[in-house]
């Protein structure tokens, strides 16, 4: 029907024409819109398993008038959160995670994790009043969204991205003031549960524990990689049977004092801890040593068990880093031996780089520096030295390190994000924030470049353009007679990607099989096998056509000249 003396009727052609597309628009909005945010990861814990873990919550539940609490996970963390993950997406009703950390409940005791806990549901509760509530959850469910998104494809999906990329900013930008706020109010909502000591002295213990753990404990786990091929340590069920973590005293004072000295920092919502411990009115210090963790108390006849299968799913995990380090370094050390046995006058700038960087890697920075400098008195464009060298300059306060940083960036674009970075570290420490801000722009932007580049070149779009392949002949050949060797191989076609945003070559080897397939992991597990096997020196990505693949994309390959090699 129309409605009043201006409307104007749509041909039907017409009709088609705009409204079909539109339809279809719509819907690829409507479908990219349609997020499911992932739920986080680790061991659920039960109810009837862990019935004091379980009460402690309800109470807290109860005092603070909070919601309920669906699920309730162990990992490996050194941390605590409470995660909502909305059942319709972007229309919310969300199911609410507590994810505890087993490293932060064997850190603490029993009435420090409850004031964390506490602190945490302090954030979903009426403490914060519904407006506080809301911009906690809506700062949370931004971040959650330009994450996922970060991974769509598709028209529909690179739009709501642009707009999430541009309104998350000043959204975050507007609400940081009530952000901060709220943790203060979280802090006195802990502390008026728990208690202001244990609210004061979890706060310390965690901002300690965290600092021993990055700086010391687990660089001495990994360090042992350099001695044995395979990870045999149990870093769990040390922290299980030590005191205080196992954190020593004196080094527990030093970490103190550093982390009291730290200000509170524009581009976190968290005050630091000395604004925290002051607005709770505790003062400063090391919590008395306790025999038993919070760990213990909650999780009772169950802990030695959930020890160790996280120290088996560690090692587990690890174990293939770990190999290819023990690797490297008996191979550095064995190349280092090689070096040190010429006289170093006979050493190319090449063999010099790369003594340094073995030293580096082995022994630290500055035990490599000296090295550096000589790798720049024989040649001073080399790229990474001048950058190595420039930073060490910027710490010994000599401001000619920036021209050095410059300069190497200039030189190898693979340098620019670090270079970026450590200047705008150092304007802030001199408190020149717009010189700080400038460099961290600089940094973003080259990051988001490499992050289009990389989805250009990780991505097989059925409406790509394709070239015929520029291989060698001898390399042609060599792959011919690895894919003839493979059983299930039947046709192969490689094209080369048109790129726009690189000039490294991308290729795209479509194999058809000797028989059909419907599932598409089984698709992506048979490429993955022959991408593997065919192990070449080349940007390779090997696709089945079969499902839909066969439909759209084998077509496409069989227009291109030379793309079918049998």
């Known amino acids: 029907a129309i409605v009043g003396t201006d409307a104007v009727r749509v041909p039907v052609s017409v009709g088609r024409e705009l409204g079909i597309p539109l339809v279809l628009f719509a819907g690829a909005v409507g479908k990219a819109l349609w997020v499911r945010l992932d739920a986080p990861a680790g061991m659920p814990l039960a109810r009837h398993d862990f019935p004091e873990l379980f009460g402690a919550l309800d109470d807290i539940r109860n005092a603070l008038r909070g919601p309920r609490l669906h699920v309730v996970l162990l990992n490996d963390q050194f941390n605590a959160s409470i995660t909502q993950i909305p059942r319709l997406g972007v229309l919310g009703w969300h199911r609410n995670h507590l994810v505890l950390g087993l490293p932060l409940l064997l850190a603490l005791t ?6 964390v806990l506490a602190h945490e549901y302090g954030h979903l509760s009426g403490s914060h009043g519904k407006i506080g509530t809301w911009i906690y959850r809506i700062r949370r469910t931004w971040h959650q969204l330009m994450m996922t998104f970060a991974e769509r494809r598709g028209v529909a999906a690179v739009l709501i991205k642009r707009f999430v990329g541009w309104y998350a900013p000043y959204f975050n930008a507007y609400s940081f003031a009530l952000a901060r706020s709220e943790e203060y109010e979280a802090d006195r909502a802990a502390a008026a549960l728990a208690g202001s000591t244990d609210t004061g002295g979890a706060l310390v213990r965690i901002a300690t524990a965290a600092r021993y753990l990055d700086r010391d404990y687990w660089p001495g786990v990994f360090a042992q990689a350099d001695q044995s091929p395979t990870p045999s340590q149990a870093p769990y069920r040390h922290f299980a049977h030590s005191t205080d973590f196992g954190l020593p005293s004196e080094r ?23 604004d925290r411990l002051t607005a709770l009115g505790v003062a400063p210090r090391i919590p008395e040593a306790t025999d ?14 959930i020890v160790a299968d996280f120290d088996q799913g560690w090692r587990a995990s690890c174990a293939p880093w770990w190999a290819e380090r023990h690797a490297r370094v008996q191979g550095a050390r064995a190349r280092l031996v090689e070096l040190a046995s010429k006289p170093q006058s006979d050493l190319t700038v090449d063999e010099l780089l790369e003594r340094a960087r073995h030293v580096d890697d082995l022994d630290g920075r500055d035990a490599a520096l000296p090295i550096y400098r000589q790798v720049l008195e024989r040649d001073p464009r080399v790229p990474v030295a001048r950058a190595i060298v420039g930073l060490a300059m910027l710490r010994d306060g000599d401001e000619e390190g920036i021209d050095m940083i410059e300069g190497a960036m200039a030189a190898d674009a693979d340098l620019t994000i670090a270079g970026n970075q450590a200047l705008r570290n150092h304007f802030a420490a001199q408190g020149d924030l717009e010189r700080a801000n400038a460099y961290h722009r600089r940094a973003a932007e080259h990051a988001e470049k490499l992050e289009r580049i990389q989805a250009e070149r990780s991505t097989i779009p059925f409406q790509a353009v394709y070239d015929p392949p520029d291989l060698e002949a001898g390399a042609l050949d060599e792959l011919v007679a690895r894919l003839r060797a493979d059983s299930f191989v039947r046709h192969a076609y490689l094209v080369r990607k048109r790129l726009e945003l690189s000039d490294e070559p991308v290729y795209v080897l479509g194999v058809t099989g000797s028989f059909r397939f419907t599932l598409k992991d089984d698709r992506a597990a048979v490429a993955g096998r022959i991408a593997s096997a065919l192990d070449l020196p080349i940007d390779l990505y090997v696709v089945v056509l079969a499902g839909d693949n066969r439909k759209r994309l084998l077509p496409i390959l069989k227009k291109v000249k030379g793309a079918k090699l049998f």
Do not use: I, K, W
């Open 110 to 115: 029993r009435e420090q994790l409850l004031a």
């Open 252 to 274: 527990a004072v030093s970490l103190l004092d550093e982390a009291l000295s730290a200000e509170t920092d524009l581009g976190d919502t968290h005050p630091s801890l000395s």
């Open 292 to 305: 038993e963790s919070a760990a213990r108390s909650f999780l009772g006849p169950h802990l030695d068990r």
